[in-house]
């Protein structure tokens, strides 16, 4: 299987911040790397994928970058409704895997 | 907009068997892969398997002595069975769209999810 490790787990920042999470593969995916946010009690919401391609729908603030082994979720300014839990996910490989989840909150 | 809809029970009794079923409305079964992905407090974000509208299946080497997952055109519905349960296979269970481009995969639909839960 293919490993995911996210940092950091939690994060606390504040409306207008900027923001990056971090996303470490086991081994080299090229960019087959996708984004999601998880709001409480609902399903996640695809936000990037191929590392870096935005969903429509999703704002512009929201951006991803990287290939091979590290990847970066990046927020450019947070605003309230970004305040969710973030997965990264791997389709390098068939036996699909997702890191453990990054808790954004607020400060 | 393509929207979908888990069923089943939710509650499930140790070593009996969890039926799930995914109803597909606003598109179209066919075409796409559809995927169930469960996720507990112990363990995160699960992929179980995925059916292609053809039929053809691939699954979790963790759970692929316990699953099947098959589909219904007809009724634009795929579905999941998962054998021998115990508690630890307590979870939410989603039912997904695998939305794919000459190269990148990605889940792009997901159903709200159904907590089933394991016990006597």
């Known amino acids: 299987d293919i490993q995911m490790t996210q940092s950091p787990s939690s994060l606390s920042a504040s409306v207008g911040d900027r923001v990056t999470i971090t996303c470490r593969t086991s081994q080299s995916i090229s960019s087959y790397l996708n984004w999601y946010q998880q709001m409480p009690g609902k399903a996640p919401k695809l936000l990037i994928y191929?590392?870096?391609s935005l969903q429509s729908g999703v704002p512009s603030r929201f951006s991803g970058s990287g290939s091979g082994t590290d990847f970066t979720l990046t927020i450019s300014s947070l605003q309230p409704e970004d305040f969710a839990t973030y997965y990264c996910q791997q389709s390098y490989s068939t036996l699909y895997t997702f890191g453990q989840g990054t808790k954004l909150d607020i400060k | 907009q393509v929207q979908l809809q888990e069923s089943g029970p939710g509650l499930v009794k140790p070593s009996e068997t969890l039926s799930l079923n995914c109803t597909v409305s606003g598109g179209s079964i066919s075409t796409y892969y559809w995927t169930w992905i469960r996720q507990s407090p112990g363990k995160g974000l699960e992929w179980i398997g995925y059916v292609y509208y053809s039929g053809s299946t691939y699954y979790n080497p963790s759970l692929e002595s316990r699953v099947t997952i098959s589909v219904d055109t007809s009724k634009n519905q795929f579905s999941l069975r998962l054998s021998s349960v115990t508690a630890a296979d307590t979870a939410v269970y989603y039912c997904?769209?695998?939305?794919?481009?000459?190269?990148?995969?990605?889940?792009?639909?997901w159903g709200p999810g159904t907590l089933v839960t394991v016990s006597s």
């Open positions: 997904v769209r695998i939305s794919y481009t000459t190269t990148w995969y990605f889940f792009d639909y």
């Open positions: 191929a590392a870096s």
